[in-house]
C-alpha cells in the first residue's frame, strides 16, 4: 500500500536493525486519515472472504481494526492483554509471548463475541515473530470459527512470522512489507503475490 | 446522544449499582457505526473549539477517538499506561487511579506529540470518579497547551468526576448520562444545559 510505505519513509524511525519505530502514525501517535485507507484497503482485499467478525489486539491494532470494521459493516473485536475485572463470562484465552517486552501475556476474549460459523478477520499493526497474530488464531480455532485471514500493516519480513503463518495456512495480506532495516534505511519486499501454496 | 442511549438499554448489562457493563458495543466488542456516529457528535459539539489534536487513553478510548479525528481532520494520540520500551524520547507522565482495578498505573505521553498552542480534545469511554480525564488533561497542562474539552460516551452522573471536571473549569460533553443503576436499571439524566459557570 503505497500511502503507508510513504509514510513509513516519511516519518519511521530506525531504531535498530531489528526495529521501526511507527510512533508518529500507528503506535502512539495515530493518523486517521491513513486509518481510514487501511480500512478501506484491507475491506477491498477480504471483499470475497464473507468475513462476520474482526478479530485485533489491544492497543495499536484497534484504530486499523474499527476503520475496517466500518468499512465491511462487521463488529470488531479487541482481545485483551489480561483478564477484566467487569469480563465476567466465559472467556477463551492464549498465551502469547513478546521479544521486544521479553514477557508472556495472557490474551482473552469473551465467548460471548465469538462463535461457531463466524468467519474472522484478525487486524494487527506489526508482524514479527507473528506469537500475537497466532495466539489470536489459536482464539477464532478455539470458538470453532474460521480465521478467513489475517491483515498486518507492517510485516517485518526478515522474521519468522510471516512464512510460519503461511506454513499454517492462513491467508496474509500486509500492507507494507519491510526486508530489511539495514544501515538505517527501511528497505521494502514486493507484494507477496503466491499465497498459500 | 439518543442513538448510544438506545445501545446502552439494548445491550448494557447493570452489573450492580455501580457498574454498567457495555462489553458487547463498546469496551470489549466494539460497533463501528456507533464509533463513527460517536466521532460525527464530538466533532458537531467541539466544531468552534479550533481542535488541533486528540488525546485519548488505551484501550477502549481509541476507536471513539479515531473516529472524531477522522471527522475533524486532526491527529489522535492514545495515553499509554505504561513505559514502553520503543519509546525512547522524554515522556509527560500523570498517575492515575483506577476504582474499578484498585491500582495506580503511570499514563505517560511523548512530548513530541502535545505542543504549546495545541487546542485538545480529551475523548474517553466512561466518566466515573474523573482520574483518567484529570490525568489525561494533566498532561496537556504540562505540555501547555490547551484543555479544548472534554468528551464522555458514558458519565456516570451519581459519582463526582463530573462535577470535579467542571469546577475545574473544563468543557465537559458526555453522550450518555447515567443518574442511577439502581434496581437492575438504567436511568439516564436530561442533556447537561449549562456548563462552566
Known sequence: MKLLREKIELEGIVLNENVLKVDAFINHQMDPVLMKEIGKEFAARFKTEKITKILTIES????PAIMTGLELNVPVIFARKRKSLTLTTDLYTSTVYSF?????NEITVSKDYICEGDHVLIIDDFLANGQAAIGLAGIV????????????????SFQPG??????KGYRLESLARIESLKDGKVNFAPKRQIQNI
Open 60 to 63: 495499536s491494532g484497534i484504530a
Open 100 to 104: 521486544t517486552k521479553q514477557e508472556s
Open 141 to 156: 480455532e478455539q470458538a470453532k470459527a474460521k480465521v478467513s485471514g489475517i491483515g498486518i500493516l507492517i510485516e517485518k
Open 162 to 167: 510471516a512464512n510460519e503463518i503461511i506454513a
